[in-house]
């Protein structure tokens, strides 16, 4: 698997964008890129997946560079209530994969 | 429709009582996890159950039994429960080939 690396923490201003980076230098040509988020206490849930394209749902919107070497996550309008660590995981799509959650990054959105 | 249902919520058990953790989903989902998360850590895979029938180690085995009962069932089972394996532990599971998964809301367990 392709290691990930994301800043530590970061804050961010109630209503304004998250922008969210990982690093995946190493990532190969079959491995997608997913998020994941974690509040306090909860089980982590699924934001959103790409392999190439810039993809956006109701959550979120996932920018890949052209190089595929790293992404950016972006919320684009910060609640109190996306207070959470954010995961970044690369990884092929197959049957009874086993995902490896890191660090992440601990976000703090504040009024 | 319920998603993944863990039971019980909360348990405190002595050193050396054993227990089973209890995971359902009613996704029909083929793949179900195992997972355990210590204060301020990442989550660590404990089991995992590709298919219905299968099982396999993940990252800490150790202490941990699993059975995957049906498509829909995957306990966890603590032999004897030592205070290391105070934690949260999630469940998780997933439809087949993308890596989307489905978390619990988590056991929370004291070990004494």
């Known amino acids: 698997d392709a290691k990930t690396t994301q800043p530590t923490s970061m804050d961010c201003a109630e209503g304004r964008a998250a922008n969210l980076p990982c690093n995946h230098s190493t990532i190969s040509g079959n491995e997608y890129v997913y998020w994941y988020r974690q509040i306090h206490s909860q089980g982590p849930q699924y934001i959103i997946h790409g392999l190439k394209n810039n993809e956006t749902n109701e959550m979120a919107s996932l920018i890949i560079t052209e190089d595929r070497k790293s992404s950016t996550l972006i919320l684009p309008h910060a609640t109190l209530r996306d207070t959470a660590v954010y995961y970044c995981?690369?990884?092929?799509?197959?049957?009874?994969?086993?995902?490896?959650f890191g660090g992440g990054t601990r976000v703090l959105v504040k009024p | 429709n319920a998603g993944v249902t863990q039971t019980p919520k909360f348990q405190v058990l002595k050193t050396g009582q054993s227990m089973t953790l209890q995971c359902a989903q009613d996704?029909?989902?083929?793949?179900m996890y195992w997972y355990r998360q210590d204060p301020g850590m990442g989550l660590r895979l404990i089991y995992y159950?590709?298919?219905?029938?299968?099982?396999d180690k993940g990252e800490v085995p150790n202490g941990y039994n699993v059975s995957r009962l049906n498509k829909r069932e995957f306990s966890l089972r603590l032999e004897s429960a030592a205070p290391s394996q105070t934690s949260v532990y999630f469940c998780?599971?997933?439809?087949?080939?993308?890596?989307?998964?489905?978390f619990g809301a988590g056991t929370r367990l004291s070990v004494l």
């Open positions: 998780a599971s997933t439809p087949g080939q993308k890596n989307i998964q489905y």
């Open positions: 996704m029909n989902h083929n793949s």
């Open positions: 995981i690369v990884r092929v799509e197959a049957a009874g994969n086993k995902l490896t």
């Open positions: 159950s590709a298919s219905e029938g299968t099982t």
